[in-house]
């Protein structure tokens, strides 16, 4: 009998086939005592699981490239860091088994990361993630992971590590449910990139019986079980009328009525690129510089090696516009040279901005290999400084740019409350705005991005989130320039209407949602795209604010 769930819809699509259960996660070793003689010898072995699993993580990242392959050197630095690898040598030390040490040593950092004020716990996936695979070395069993399977499937979990998303083969994976993560998750951001269709946040996922064919919606969030043919059949010809849609809609981004809308990507590095020019992106409204600071986390990058991967990014984008975040470090993107590791909440201590202007010399040389990189080049640069807070903060950016030379537009991105209320003020220092969505809403909402529990709050179309995205456009507009959104919201082609009739001024998103993007825009006019703006701030929850612009738009 067919049955409907719901959960967050995170990836657009239609996917239909049976349940697959991701790998089990790896038995608790038995705690038994070795000789003091051979503790040496576990502790060597342990050295060597945990090399071999850094590394497998780092390959695995350079076959995904771009973003995926970020979070997967993230991965690698926490299987090696050597507090923790410390950690396990002492309780091999006094008796424990290589994979029992390794086992309890991260049982303790995970507790540490789920009681740091709730923000570092979206990291607990990945770190249990490295724990399996270590045990696992040392147990001589096979690796937790994605199912082996020659026939299609959809994937369930109940979350799903980065290594294991990243290298999702789409001809064989159609969809994947999970029962945690929320839609700015790593998981969510990698399915998009992949054009997998993904629902995320699904209580009971994992009560899905082996086998049982479900049709998922990666647009509505909804999960079909056991569907009838009439189901199968419907969602097969809305999918395809989707398709048929994005094969007529080409060019720059549009109102039906001719007001533009630059539709930009997001990359997470030089590998995004080729993905970005094929979709149709009008330049870059958010490269994340992050990938090339992950690579060492003793020490920055040197200029040189900076300015070629700039230049790469740059060089694909004659004529086009390309915003670049400077170093966003800090939070759940700590690295040893830059960021304390005793705060009690990453999250709303020193991150961002305050971690560069707390090291000038890192954004002096990010700066300056900046300027070097686009000298010669016909692109509109772009320099923009995460979780700016005030005036203060975007004055000491924007001198930090000059004093480097920085020939380009300068600007903040909005992530934090204070900076939407003050927008107007901000811009008397500062070229444009560019709001992150996600940040802002996990400010706005006190709601982790990663924690599936809040997930209803990290949803973009939340009231009072609209609110402060009308606030900085109207602040953007009030002074003559521009306020773009670069967070996961603008992925969303209904919503990116409604961000629209906000007044926000360009879209940038994960090139595989560009397409639907650009469609959906096409067939409304920004008169329209007004009146759904406001039918949606009217109301007093996301569900009822999607329902509301939905009914405007569809002349309901």
Known sequence: METTLRGVGVSHGVAIGEVRHMGTAVLEPPAKQIPAEEAEREQGRARKAVEAVAADLMARGNLAGGEAQAVLEAQAMMAQDPELMADVERRIAVGSTAERGAYDAFASYRELLAGAGEYLAGRVADLDDVRNRIVARLLGVPMPGVPDSDEPYVLVARDLAPADTALLDPALVLGFVTEEGGPTSHSAILARALGVPAVVALPGAGELAEGTMIAVDGSTGEIFVDPSDDKKAQLEAAAAQRKAALAASTGPGATADGHKVPLLANIGGPGDVEAAVEAGAEGVGLFRTEFLFLDDSKQAPSEEKQVAAYRQVLEAFPEGRVVVRVLDAGADKPLDFLTPSDEPNPALGVRGLRTLLDHPDVLR??????????????????????????????????????????????????????????????????????????????????????????????????????????????????????????????????????????????????????????ATLAKYTLAQCERAAAAARATDSAEDARSAAQAVLSGE
């Open 365 to 518: 040389t990010q700066l300056t290999a900046l300027a070097k990189a686009a000298e010669g080049l016909p692109v509109y640069l772009e320099v923009m400084a995460p979780m700016v807070a005030d005036r203060t903060d975007a004055r000491a950016f924007a001198d930090a740019c000059r004093e480097a030379g920085l020939r380009a537009k300068f600007g903040a991105m909005v992530e934090i409350p204070s900076a939407a209320l003050r927008a107007r003020s901000i811009l008397q220092e500062v070229e444009f705005l560019s709001l992150g969505t996600n940040d802002l809403a996990q400010y706005t909402f006190a709601a982790d991005r990663q924690v599936g529990a809040v997930s209803r709050l990290q949803d973009p179309w939340q009231p009072a989130l609209l609110d402060l995205v009308e606030l900085s456009a109207e602040a953007a507009k009030a002074e003559g320039k521009s306020c773009g959104v670069c967070g996961e919201a603008a992925s969303d082609p209904l919503l990116a209407c409604v961000l629209t009739g906000l007044g926000v001024t360009s879209l940038s998103m994960g090139a595989a949602s560009i397409p639907y993007v650009r």
